[in-house]
């Protein structure tokens, strides 16, 4: 945990750690971005995912009956278009019956105030696990936009799961939703007087669909 007031989950693992370098950097090309941004996905969502319900069953194997423990109950997955469309492939491998809601969020280049072009979501949330998928927390303003529209529409249970995350962005979602639980590799140092992240890795949507300007 990130601190004990605030539920961030770190996810220290090596593999993940490893991923995160190839993404943050700059010499990356669009492919390798793209392969390695699901290769990370695939490892936060196992672990943001560790507590989704589950029922116990029996299976017949070629020889006798085992116990086992299979995924119960509705998942939803949320990404938060357009950069976490880059992390949601990874969600489905792992939860191929999850259900998914769409949240259309975008900064604006000046202000980085987050505005809601799109939203669609599966019925019934007030019973699902929903999972939040967004690469880059940054002020946050786009995480509680996300979240408020997600409870006004039903949602209980919200973890969010991010790439990179930055200090001013965790205190903005704690200071709003303090139980939804963040899941992150890393917190970054510091937000630029743009608003991008520090060191960060730059615009996670610009390098996963090849829109970059220069
Ligand atoms: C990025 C990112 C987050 C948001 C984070 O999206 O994917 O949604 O910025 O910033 P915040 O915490 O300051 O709100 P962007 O608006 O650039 O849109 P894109 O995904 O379409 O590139
Ligand atoms: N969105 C990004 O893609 N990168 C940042 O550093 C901040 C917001």
Do not use: W
């Not at 940054?138 to 249970?157: I, P």
């Not at 139980?179 to 917190?187: G, K, M, R």
């Amino acid at each position: 945990m990130y601190s004990s007031a605030v539920p961030v989950h770190l996810v220290t693992h090596p593999l993940v750690q490893d991923a995160l370098v190839t993404l943050r950097d700059a010499r990356t090309p669009l492919e390798a971005f793209r392969r390695t941004a699901r290769r990370i996905s695939v490892l936060l969502a196992t672990e943001a995912l560790r507590d989704v319900p589950t029922r116990e069953v029996t299976v017949q194997t070629p020889l006798e009956q085992a116990p086992g423990r299979q995924v119960a109950g509705d998942v939803v997955v949320v990404p938060v278009l357009r950069a976490g469309l880059g992390m949601l492939d990874a969600v489905l491998e792992l939860v191929p019956t999850a259900r998914v809601g769409h949240l259309g969020l975008r900064r604006d280049e000046t202000t980085a105030v987050a505005s809601q072009y799109y939203a669609k979501f599966p019925r019934g949330l007030a019973d699902s696990f929903v999972l939040m998928i967004d690469p880059m927390l940054a002020t946050g303003g786009s995480a509680v936009s996300g979240l408020d529209r997600l409870v006004e529409a039903g949602a209980r249970s919200i973890r969010i799961a991010c790439i990179v995350a930055a200090p001013e962005g965790i205190a903005v979602v704690a200071a709003r939703y303090p139980d939804v639980h963040i899941y992150t590799p890393v917190v970054d140092r510091e937000l630029n007087e743009h608003k991008f992240i520090l060191p960060g890795l730059g615009d996670f949507g610009d390098r996963l669909y090849g829109t970059l300007e220069s």
